[in-house]
């Protein structure tokens, strides 16, 4: 009897120490992975601080002898010649980026419903060319754009990122909101329209506010996604008046190699709109992915 | 088959805008960069004074050296990124899949690298990469593990592998948003089921988690695997493809070829051979997204 109570409580022990073993196992990992996530950044922040006199240093200095904002202050001042271009950057960045966003929900909302409710001919057929989009790089349409653009005129203005964004964002939230729609019993607008609704009526009434979680991840990748991107904007405009931040900060940069606090600084403030964004939005973002895409 | 598709013309209402933006964006500039890698187009020429070439440029391609290098550029950027991102990735999602307090802050921390602009990641691995300022390389000298910072971007051997760090470090966040999603799929009864019945945790995960997510995770990899194959701001604005090639990938070396030597006919036929791999690789997507499909006929 003792003995049977024996063996239970070791194999019981042993097995503790073995889940103990993972956890430990997964928290230094995750210990390790945030250094290597966080490290970087920190360096970017603490750099920004620092004097270009002070940023030049072997050994650097860990932590800067005299902070300083400098870099903030001469990227933030509407008076000095680099703030000017900064601020015009970011309008840019937000115009551009804003603009997409828009367009893309009104795209995508109605063909993923489509998608998810309809059955037309053709349909699966467009939906996986739609999905093919994501497929392809960049640069196989970068010549043939640039001269489309040019033949109906919208090469160095925002109209020619704009449509190009479109496209790379509506795969992802056409596939993200048809799982959603997927998910919303059709009973529920059948409930609708016999109680009078039209079909339309019945989609802006129910079937949008149930799939408001999508549409917001769909807004939240569309805009980062434009927010961040760099290849068209590098080929499609040529105007310093109408870079977008990314193009802008390396063309700046590319003239002051040595300016790395202002470098850290500006990469900093590039950063901080899509990761406010995406860190107060991101619950739905994870939830949208759940029961959207991967949810099957 | 007519008839069908005028009895659903309403429904096409609804797809017109997306496919009409598509097919303006995508069939167009699909259909002139074929066009275009047959022709040959000399330096100050203007482009509609193109001369057919037929196969040449697809032979220039084939046979030149430097095509060699970046297609091996380009596989280990490709196998090693996506191997790495998404076993990190897994991972975390893994290990933050328990609820512990400060899980969301960490969860938020890790996701950042994902949600930056990779133009403002480049700089900043540029500048930890320094060869004379750079931070790593002054704790390795303080640790006396080297006599002098060494050269991580400006050295034939080591560019590609400290570009590959960089990109993973923005990419297996990507990874771990996925498999985060995949995991809350996965019912708990079989879990606890599987544990009354004495599993460890390697064989819950093993025979239980990881047979689940076997779709999430075939979908997550050709994402990655396609998003790093297409790669081009890291490298270009780190490197631009140098020293001597060794961080040149398929993308990089199209673009310099078409906007910086102007020879679009070559870019062209470039861009020809990369269509073909990726639809190639475009069928096992579609069939990964087929079987979600077809499961969901079933249930």
């Known amino acids: 009897m003792s003995a049977i109570a024996e063996t239970a409580r070791r194999s019981q022990a042993r097995r503790r120490t073995r889940i103990d073993g993972w956890r430990w196992g997964g928290r230094i990992f995750l210990v390790f992975m945030l250094l ?53 950057f970011f309008w840019n960045s937000l115009f551009v980026s804003t603009a997409t966003t828009i367009l893309s929900v009104i795209v995508a909302v109605p063909a993923a419903y489509a998608f ?33 653009m040019r033949a109906i005129g919208l090469v160095n203005t925002h109209g020619s990122l704009v449509l190009t964004y479109l496209t790379f964002g509506l795969p992802l939230a056409i ?24 079909r339309f009526q019945a989609f802006i009434l129910i079937v949008m506010p149930l799939s408001a979680p999508g549409i917001i991840a769909t807004a939240i990748y569309s805009f980062i996604g434009a927010w961040n991107e760099y290849i068209y904007a590098y080929t499609f405009l040529s105007k310093n008046e109408q870079l977008t931040l990314p193009v802008g900060i390396q ?37 949208a992915l759940t029961e959207g895409a991967v949810k099957h | 088959m007519l008839r069908k598709i005028w009895e659903h013309r309403a429904d096409y209402a609804y797809v017109l805008p997306a496919i009409a933006v598509m097919l303006i964006v995508i069939a167009y500039p699909i259909y002139y960069t074929i066009e275009l890698s047959f022709f040959n187009t000399p330096p100050g ?56 307090i ?61 570009l590959i760090v960089v990109n993973i470090w923005r990419e297996f966040p990507f990874a771990m948003i996925m498999m985060m999603a995949g995991l809350q799929t996965v019912p708990d009864q079989l879990l606890r089921a599987a544990k009354v019945d004495g599993a460890n945790a390697w064989q819950r995960f093993w025979h239980v988690t990881f047979p689940h997510l076997r779709n999430v995770s ?68 579609v069939r990964a997204l087929s079987g979600n499909e077809r499961k969901d006929g079933n249930e």
């Open chain 2, 45 to 100: 020429l203007q482009l509609r004074d193109k001369i057919f070439v037929g196969l040449d440029n697809y032979i220039a391609i084939l046979t030149s050296p430097v095509f060699w290098k970046v297609t091996s550029n380009t596989l280990i950027w490709t196998l090693a990124s996506t191997f790495v991102s998404f076993v990190l990735g897994f991972a975390c999602a893994l290990a933050l899949h328990r609820d512990f």
């Open chain 1, 251 to 287: 063309r700046f940069f590319s003239e002051n190699t040595t300016d790395f606090p202002g470098l850290m600084a500006a990469s900093f403030m590039m950063s901080v709109p899509v990761v406010v964004l995406f860190l107060v939005l991101q619950r739905y973002f994870v939830r």
């Open chain 2, 102 to 162: 400060g899980r969301g802050i960490l969860r938020a921390i890790l996701i950042v690298p994902w949600v930056i602009s990779a133009v403002a990641a480049s700089y900043i691995w540029k500048w930890i990469y320094h060869s004379d300022f750079g931070i790593i390389g002054a704790v390795l000298v303080g640790l006396g593990l080297a006599d002098r910072p060494p050269n991580f971007i400006d050295s034939v051997s080591t560019v590609l592998p400290s």
């Open chain 1, 116 to 148: 998810s409710r309809f059955t037309f001919p053709g349909r699966n057929f467009l939906f996986f060319a739609v999905l093919l989009r994501n497929m392809f790089p960049a640069v196989i349409f970068l010549v043939p754009l640039f001269i489309l």
């Open chain 1, 175 to 198: 596939w993200l909101l048809k799982g959603f729609y997927d998910n919303i019993p059709v009973q529920l607008e059948q409930a609708a329209r016999i109680d009078g609704a039209t």
């Open chain 1, 36 to 88: 290597y996530t966080a490290l970087p950044m920190i360096w970017m922040l603490i750099t920004s601080i620092k004097s270009g006199f002070a940023a030049m240093q072997f050994p650097p200095q860990w932590w800067p002898d005299q902070p300083t904002l400098a870099s903030y202050q001469k990227l933030l001042d509407p008076q000095n010649s680099v703030g000017q271009d900064f601020l015009r």
């Open chain 2, 218 to 285: 075939t979908v997550t990899i050709l994402l990655l695997a396609v998003a790093n194959f297409n790669s081009f701001i890291i490298p270009w604005i780190m490197t631009g493809g140098g020293p001597s090639n060794a961080s040149h990938i398929w993308i990089t070396h199209i673009y310099e070829l078409a906007f910086g030597r102007q020879r679009w006919g070559v870019a062209s036929a470039y861009s020809v051979l990369l269509f073909l791999i990726l639809m190639s690789l475009g069928y096992f997507y």
